[in-house]
């Protein structure tokens, strides 16, 4: 069925089911001659690999990469890129009580009535595991763009309800929750540790910011380089909200306010969050997610079974009680994948305009 793959030059498709053998992503269009190895996409696995620390899914999974195409000596080929994640501990014998009743929030109901079957076993593809392979795809895109020095980073600016005052950068790596503000951090921590006593679920807001972007990366209509990012960051399970820059807070400014001023030595602020028109200008690339708590939760809610009888329901399992911290690698790899695309179509554009010959 389509809906499995993404972008243009650099296109990802993703495969696999959370209970299923594997999952994994075949990239193509990743151009040749770029140094990659397993290490570099581990990295980034181990950034949103479950069962590091409490108020996360407990699920043992090791998240070992295995490249089966395209890298030779170290290098791309400018053959498809196959990466495999093998799962190790999905323990499905939890779902089969859930087997015909939908958890409320989930996609447990919108997934039987469009096929008519699904798989029941952790989701199937609905599942916040299949965010691994976007990772894992993340991890080759962002090999791509070092070579144009682009970089994104991503962080947690609420959770819970609690905001991040402080944007410390050399905070971000320093707690689990990639919070660049220690003291809200600890506070974070403890609204987390009390949801999941009361077997309950929190959401938050992510922060995404993309730095060396130079101009000219974009689209002019449909396929603006904000509608794209907006696109992928909403395709993320959990995600219910994109804002670029100024966001919903430019609703409320005037005109006045809200321009960014130019001056022969750059932007005098950032209110547009560095797209003007669908296209990058130069300036740093800001957008925020709303991330939604986490819908399978031990509490009794009601819901109903695949025959629309009335049931209640109490979730068990392993489940995050919150997306966040382990969504904050996901919404870089996706911010990853966009931009790596539309380089590669700004660069095509760039030889045309120049004439470069062919060999
Ligand atoms: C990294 C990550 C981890 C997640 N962990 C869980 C989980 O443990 N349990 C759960 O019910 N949902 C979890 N989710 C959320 C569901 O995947 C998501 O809510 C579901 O696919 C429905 O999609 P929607 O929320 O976009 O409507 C997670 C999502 C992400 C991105
Ligand atoms: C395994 C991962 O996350 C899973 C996301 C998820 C969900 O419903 O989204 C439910 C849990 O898994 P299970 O299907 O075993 O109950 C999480 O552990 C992962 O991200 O690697």
Redesign the pocket.
């Known amino acids: 069925m389509a809906g499995n793959t993404f972008g243009t030059l650099f296109r990802v498709t993703t495969f696999g089911e959370?209970?299923g053998r594997a999952l994994g992503a075949v990239i193509d269009g990743c151009p040749p001659g770029i140094p990659l190895s397993e290490e570099d996409i581990q990295f980034e696995l181990e950034r949103?690999?479950?069962?590091k620390h409490l108020g996360?899914?407990?699920?043992k999974?090791p998240?070992r990469v295995e490249i089966l195409s395209g890298v030779f000596e170290g290098q791309t080929l400018g053959t498809p890129i196959a990466l495999v994640i093998y799962?190790r501990?999905?323990?499905?014998a939890?779902?089969e009580p859930l087997k015909d009743i939908f958890?409320p929030g989930?996609g447990d109901c919108t997934y039987f009535w469009k096929y008519g079957l699904r798989d029941w076993?952790?989701?199937g593809r609905?599942?916040?595991?299949?965010?691994?392979a976007r990772v894992a795809a993340g991890a080759v895109a962002k090999k791509v763009l070092a070579e144009y020095g682009i970089q994104v980073q991503a962080y947690t600016v609420a959770l819970g309800g609690v905001w991040a005052r402080k944007r410390d950068l050399s905070e971000i790596n320093r707690n689990h929750l990639f919070c660049p503000d220690a003291e809200a951090y600890e506070e974070m921590c403890r609204r987390i540790e009390e949801a999941r006593r009361e077997g309950d679920s929190l959401g938050g807001v992510v922060e995404i910011v993309a730095r060396g972007v130079p101009p000219g990366l974009g689209e002019p209509v449909f396929d603006k380089l904000d509608a794209e990012l907006a696109k992928a960051l909403m395709s993320i399970?959990?995600v219910k909200g994109v804002e670029i820059g100024a966001g919903f807070s430019a609703a409320e400014k005037k005109g006045s306010e809200n321009n960014d001023p130019l001056t022969p030595e750059g932007f005098l602020s950032n209110n547009a969050g560095g797209i003007l028109a669908g296209i990058s200008s130069g300036q740093e690339i800001v957008c925020r997610v709303a991330v939604k708590p986490?819908?399978?939760i031990s509490r009794e809610q009601l819901t109903i079974n695949e025959k629309g009888e009335a049931v209640k329901i109490r979730v068990g399992?392993?489940?995050?009680a919150s997306?966040i911290p382990?969504i904050v690698p996901v919404c870089e790899a996706m911010v990853r994948l966009v931009l790596a695309d539309y380089l590669l179509r700004q660069l095509v554009l760039k030889a045309f305009r120049n004439h470069e010959t062919l060999p």
């Open positions: 959370s209970h949103r690999r479950p069962g996360e899914s407990p699920r999974e998240d799962n501990d999905a323990k499905s939890a779902y958890r989930h076993r952790g989701g609905s599942s916040g595991r299949e965010t691994v399970g959990a986490i819908p399978s399992g392993r489940h995050d997306a382990r």
